[in-house]
């Protein structure tokens, strides 16, 4: 294992070598706008004025509530950034989402959020604030993995902290970050997991005869697949290692009704949680819209369009009006940051099963299609309403954002390279900027490209679609040739015409900037656990 992580390192500093940190001062007049504080952390771009006006706020909200924020993260499973109507879909598509366009409109509504480009790699990142390739999370954990290694062995869990600073802790829903001992949710910091180990097809395909006949009707083969040992229940987890199966999942029904079942217990839990004095941070991470989708019962038909993908939105988009009116009749809606998005753009591959994105690409590319998503800061009274941005936002600052509304920002890790920022002043202050300067996109162990200001470069690869939709069966990697590719995307944002050096003078100065990022892999070398 070590000699594979040299090996990586070598092909990262490649990419990197000869270059140390940005300059200790900011020039708000330079392309590269950050202060760089230490070896060990993301550098961002200093508001002292916003940062202070934030601080304000937060300091008024304590005094008058004494308490700190709870935290709510509404995580879907392979939303399209232009399914919700706010974003340019909603009934327009066929498929209204009333409540995710009521907290964009009474909220912050970000254009430019970004995740990673698969699943596993954003849920770890946003729980670790750092990078997959950082942890060895590069891609999804699959039915018959084996890792080598235990990542969270050594990693640092945002529920974790959160609890140390005497919030309570919850994560409802999807995991897929692992399920072998060790590697479970609460096991790695959350007090309580109600949920599921993996994603949704991984279940539902055991059971459809129809879609997957080659499996479901043959003994020999169901039987193979069932001895890898996926578990496919409805778990119940809890931090002091009891786990328990609270549903046993027997046929495509309980994957259908299962995002109601999970949304019954998140109403409970606000609901018991708000009697007590502490605050909470809850992940509800979503099933759906993951394919395969089975709308539940209730839900069948309720969108225009009637394909199961657009019931299964209008049923996601349902549970959110839910869970955000229980917290308004517990009486804890205006103490609750509330952010709603989505692990990845749309998997295209399993159209019309499948959500929508107007940008290039899809899941499993670092295209926008595949990693810009939505994103939905809504804070009743500390969020100014009817706010639009296109400053970045990546997922991973969900990390230091919430150790800063929990006042518990000196816990953030000093022992590792940490890739989040701190947003909060960004998402609080009225018409704020963001503090991050630059998002960086990696394939597992591939640097693939960079976007700072509304410039992106592709470095060394990019990924196209081998047959139209198959951005993942049957995807293609393509040298970019003699120069990296430089999209402007205000002007082209579906990154199909490269300006080059032609038309931008940012070619060498974003080049510079990945030879900076990449020289922190030669400080704080990358894990490799087997993936």
Not at 382 to 403: C, E, H, K, R
Request: overall charge negative.
């Amino acid at each position: 294992m070590r000699h594979d992580r040299l090996r990586m390192v070598g092909r990262i500093i490649g990419l990197s070598a000869g270059l140390a940190g940005s300059a200790a001062m900011a020039d708000m007049t330079s392309f590269d706008r950050t202060v760089t504080l230490n070896d060990h952390q993301q550098p961002a771009i200093p508001r002292p004025d916003q940062d202070a006006t934030a601080a304000a706020e937060l300091a008024a909200f304590e005094a008058r509530t004494d308490q700190k924020p709870n935290i709510v993260i509404l995580l879907i499973d392979d939303m399209g950034w232009g399914d919700p109507g706010s974003y340019g879909g909603g009934e327009a598509i066929g498929a209204a989402t009333p409540n995710m366009d009521r907290l964009a409109a009474e909220g912050l509504r970000l254009t430019s959020t970004y995740a990673q480009q698969t699943c596993t790699p954003t849920r770890s990142a946003m729980l670790t604030g750092r990078l997959p390739i950082r942890t060895g999370l590069t891609r999804p954990i699959l039915v018959g993995d084996r890792i080598t290694a235990n990542p969270w062995a050594d990693e640092t869990s945002l529920p974790a902290i959160l609890g140390e600073v005497g919030y309570n802790t919850l994560l409802v829903g999807k995991w897929h970050i692992g399920e072998i001992e060790g590697m479970r949710p609460h096991e790695v910091g959350f007090d309580e997991f109600y949920g599921f180990y993996g994603a949704q097809k991984e279940i539902t395909q055991e059971f459809d005869a129809n879609r997957y006949p080659d499996l479901v009707l043959d003994p020999y083969m169901l039987g193979a697949y069932e001895e890898l040992g996926n578990d496919i229940n409805l778990i119940h987890g809890f931090s002091d290692g009891r786990t328990e199966v609270a549903i046993p999942t027997l046929g495509i029904e309980d994957m259908a009704e299962a995002d109601l079942r999970l949304r019954d217990f998140t109403l409970q839990k606000i609901a018991e949680l708000s009697q007590d004095d502490a605050p909470f941070f809850i992940e509800h991470a979503f099933m759906k819209v993951h394919t395969d989708n089975y709308p539940s019962a209730e839900f069948t038909g309720a969108s225009a369009s009637g394909f199961p993908y657009k019931d299964s939105l209008v049923e996601v988009d349902s549970i959110i009006g839910d869970i955000v009116d229980a917290l308004d009749k517990a009486g804890e809606l205006e103490n609750t940051f509330i952010f709603v998005t989505s692990d990845n753009g749309p998997q295209m591959d399993m159209w019309p099963d499948s959500g929508f994105t107007p940008f290039h690409g899809a899941k499993g590319t670092t295209w926008e299609g595949g990693v810009r998503v939505p994103g939905i800061a809504y804070w009743p009274g500390m969020i100014a309403p009817g706010q639009v941005s296109d400053g970045l936002f990546d997922l991973m600052d969900l990390f230091n954002t919430s150790l800063s509304l929990a006042g518990a920002l000196d816990k953030l890790p000093q022992d590792r390279f940490m890739d989040g920022v701190d947003q909060t002043s960004f998402l609080l202050a009225d018409n704020g900027e963001s503090l991050r300067e630059h998002v960086y996109f990696w394939m597992n162990t591939t640097f693939m490209a960079l976007r700072m200001h509304e410039y992106k470069i592709h470095q060394h690869v990019v990924m196209n679609e081998g047959s139209p939709f198959l951005w993942i069966d049957m995807a293609t990697v393509q040298d970019v040739g003699t120069a990296p590719w430089l999209f402007n995307l205000y002007i082209n944002p579906k990154e199909d015409y490269t300006v080059g050096h032609r038309m931008s003078p940012w070619l060498a100065t974003m080049g510079a900037e990945m030879r900076e990022h990449g020289a922190t892999f030669a400080r704080f070398p990358p894990k490799n656990i087997g993936l």
